[in-house]
């Protein structure tokens, strides 16, 4: 066990810490915060599903009352056309009601959005009043059951007739209805439908169009049908269902049209030629999900782990050798199961804040360019699947480590556990996101050479595959004799700031260029003629590769989660709070190093003595922070209100010292019983007088 009682080497300014955390939008942050302590938006554990439905239809009435959706849409019609805040602020009410916040992610940051941003000035005027006052609650129809990830393949048409000047909108076969729907089973009025649009016989690939689906009694509209998706996982506040339709008319100006239009006689415009690219640049525009689930699965983190450590910092288990029993975070293990998370959850905020800058220039208008617009596509899909997943992680091992406790509805982390689930295929399977993350980083790659180059690209991979077997020999065998043994010194090289953006930067660099190398060679011999053969060949070298893509697209998200801490500190003033924020990004970074300890060594990057060291180094890492734990979760600004766990209140405290109290009175008054172990110690020694037993001896039997 680590001695942790002693002083900390640094103090950690936590106002000024929780203000670097809530960032640019601070001021909506805390406002969407104020919200979600109001006890009309909060769960209610156990509620049915029917109940929690209509709960949450209510609660989203109240944000339209708090003003709390408003703020993306344009000024004109009511909004602030401030869209960095609106997601920062939504990203808060996950505190609240996941559900609740979804639901209203549903109506606002999908069907309106989706109006917004892909329709036109009239469909703005003509919709988006009733939207944002919830007179119009609708539906977000893209997900096909026969077509997640796959949009561009749906299987929902949409066919223009000329002589009505209306669009058919059709699902001619059940694996085309769309499901998965919130607002779909109850309470959807209309929905954004993807479909292909077809007109003149040709199809110009998917569009958005405005489907009324129900009246407002509730009614549905000829040709639509629904299904209720029922009880789910998690989430069941939600009416998620399916739509289908059977040739369901609707005008020619219900298609949203900012990037394609159908002329009355049926010709199709669009301002960009390429249907790829138009395609991506609709779908772009509807990035916000992403970036917001980012920010909600870092919310949830911090929750968890403010829960996890104020109850570990309370929870006594165990004799110690100071005569009372052991808090839980004093021990090394539970130290490693919750400090690097602790890391994890810093780096993932500060990711966050600089996904978040990034999304407002885009859509503000500030820096909206094509590349700029890819780049906040490319961060927010590497960044969403790394968070998500370790909300889980985080949610699941902070459950365990409360114990019993953890396991009750009341404590909160079992409900976020199961709610958060989704999260992972919200938005995009988090496997399918970063493999679209590993195509632009092999994109990149490419153009840095010629069009076609084999030789350069072979050559470059050479280069990095050489250089490997130079560090694996005698760089490697350089290490260990410098190393002598010393766990500070082995450390030393690993413990700069430099040291570690290369180990983290040289990971994805190698990786990339191993597999655009192996993608090239898989084409070599094959005639460019042979069309077909080469589109075999790169198909199966690609399938080949691709666990190696994903794990590199990985490495690449969690780079840019490492830069964006170590920018993070850089602005930070004080010196005792960089100081701390220094050891736990330092953790964050080696962390990363250690977990992929077995690439660095088969590459040579690292000798064995110092992937030995550093894991030791880490262990030390872990309890310097140890004491700085509580003010680490404290700089998260989640209130009591916020948390709503009982054992994040205190009380565990309170019944910690209520026992060692009445303990202590007993033995002040001789009253408290002897263990029979010590009696029989006593016996042995030829002593027979049971006496009341003192702490020590208490504590010893």
Not at 632 to 637: M, Q, W, Y
Request: with cysteine; proline share 4%; hydrophobic share 40%.
């Amino acid at each position: 066990m680590n001695d942790t009682r002693t002083a900390p080497e640094a103090r950690l300014d936590v106002a000024a810490v929780g203000d670097a955390l809530l960032g640019r939008w601070k001021a909506e942050r805390l406002e969407s915060r104020r919200l979600a302590e109001d006890p009309r938006l909060h769960t209610i554990p156990g509620q049915s599903m029917d109940d929690h439905r209509a709960r949450v239809l209510e609660q989203l009435g109240i944000l339209v009352e708090e003003g709390a959706i408003q703020r993306a849409f344009p000024g004109d019609l009511g909004g602030s056309d401030n869209h960095g805040g609106n997601i920062a602020a939504f990203q808060e009410l996950v505190l609240a009601d996941p559900s609740m916040q979804i639901k209203s992610g549903v109506q606002w940051g999908l069907f309106g959005a989706a109006i917004l941003h892909l329709g036109t000035r009239t469909h703005h005027e003509k919709w988006l009043p009733d939207v944002m006052s919830l007179k119009l609650p609708g539906a977000f129809a893209m997900t096909e059951i026969g077509h997640g990830s796959d949009v561009a393949s749906i299987g929902t048409t949409a066919t223009y007739d000329p002589e009505t000047e209306e669009f058919e909108i059709h699902t001619p076969f059940k694996g085309a209805w769309k499901d998965y729907l919130g607002n779909a089973a109850l309470h959807g009025q209309a929905a954004v439908v993807f479909a292909q649009l077809i007109t003149r016989g040709v199809n110009h690939g998917v569009h958005a169009f405005f489907v009324p689906i129900r009246t407002p009694d509730g009614e549905m509209l000829p040709g639509v049908g629904s299904e209720d998706d029922g009880v789910k996982g998690g989430l069941n506040g939600i009416d998620n269902g399916r739509l289908h339709f059977t040739r369901v008319r609707v005008p020619r100006e219900n298609l949203l049209n900012r990037y394609g239009d159908v002329a009355a006689d049926g010709s199709y415009s669009s301002a960009i030629e390429s249907p790829g690219r138009r395609f991506f640049t609709m779908i772009g525009t509807l990035v916000q999900g992403r970036v917001s689930l980012d920010g909600a699965s870092v919310r949830a983190m911090q929750a968890a782990l403010a829960i996890a450590i104020r109850y570990g910092s309370e929870r006594r288990q165990f004799p110690g050798a100071s005569g009372r029993e052991t808090v839980l975070l004093d021990y090394g293990q539970h130290q490693r199961r919750l400090i690097p998370r602790l890391a994890q959850s810093y780096a993932m905020a500060f990711a966050d804040e600089r996904l978040l800058t990034i999304f407002d220039e885009v859509f503000s208008g500030a820096r909206d360019t094509p590349e700029n617009r890819e780049d906040l596509e490319t961060l927010a899909a590497a960044l969403k699947p790394l968070s998500t997943w370790a909300a889980l992680d985080t949610l699941q091992e902070a459950r365990e480590a409360c114990g019993g406790a953890g396991f009750l509805a009341k404590n909160r982390l079992v409900g976020l556990r199961a709610d958060l689930d989704i999260y992972v295929t919200f938005e995009g399977d988090n496997n399918v996101l970063l493999q679209l993350v590993g195509k632009r980083l092999l994109t990149d790659y490419a153009a840095q050479f010629k069009p076609g180059d084999r030789a350069a690209i072979a050559k470059a991979a050479a280069a990095q595959l050489g250089e490997r077997v130079s560090r694996f020999g005698l760089r490697q065998m350089g290490q260990s004799i410098a190393d002598l043994g010393q766990v500070s010194r082995s450390v030393e090289s690993l413990r700069s700031t430099e040291a570690q953006r290369q180990l983290l930067t040289d990971r994805v660099q190698t990786m990339v260029a191993e597999i655009a190398l192996a993608l090239r060679e898989a084409t070599k011999g094959i005639p460019k003629e042979d069309r077909r053969a080469r589109a075999i060949a790169g198909e199966e070298a690609f399938n080949a590769q691709q666990h190696k893509l994903i794990e590199a697209a990985r490495a690449h998200g969690e780079l840019l989660q490492w830069e964006a801490f170590t920018e993070a500190i850089e602005r930070i003033g004080d010196a005792g709070s960089r100081q701390v924020l220094t050891w736990l990004r330092d953790l964050f970074g080696l962390g990363i190093i250690e977990r992929n300890a077995a690439w660095y060594l088969i590459s040579g990057r690292i000798s064995g003595q110092r992937a030995e060291a550093l894991t030791a180094y880490i262990d030390r890492l872990i309890s310097r922070l140890r004491p700085h734990a509580l003010d680490l979760v404290e700089a998260f600004g989640l209130t009591p209100g916020l948390l709503r766990a009982e054992i994040a209140t205190g009380i565990e405290a309170e019944r910690q010292e209520e026992a060692h109290a009445y303990v202590q009175e007993q033995i002040a008054a001789g009253t408290w019983p002897i263990h029979e172990k010590e009696l029989r110690k006593r016996e042995r020694s030829g002593g027979t007088t049971p006496r009341p037993a003192s702490e020590r001896e208490r504590v010893d039997a």
